[in-house]
């Protein structure tokens, strides 16, 4: 199932550039409390767990709309990551 892979590699390498860009923020502003930003990056790490199991669970009903809601929750958490990565300012 190529399908299954890409989803994957998705969900890794969006969850990977959200905390990269999290990295870059602390990086360019050593001068503020990176609490808010460290809890970003947790978060992050939390939801590529939660995707990841979601992905690897056997005996799903409908596999096509079970990874399509994968896809979905991926785009919906990513957004929120990154409006969160925004507000640091």
Do not use: C
């Amino acid at each position: 199932m190529a399908n299954v892979r890409n989803l994957k590699k998705d969900i890794n390498y969006v969850l990977g550039d959200i905390i990269e860009a999290v990295y870059v923020w602390e990086y360019a502003n050593t001068d503020k409390d990176t609490k808010q930003s460290e809890a970003i990056i947790d978060e992050a790490i939390e939801t590529f767990d939660e995707l990841i199991e979601k992905v690897n669970a056997k005996n799903v009903e409908n596999p096509k709309a079970h990874f399509k809601a994968i896809n979905q929750e991926l785009e919906t958490k990513g957004r929120a990551l990154i409006e969160k990565i925004n507000k640091l300012g």
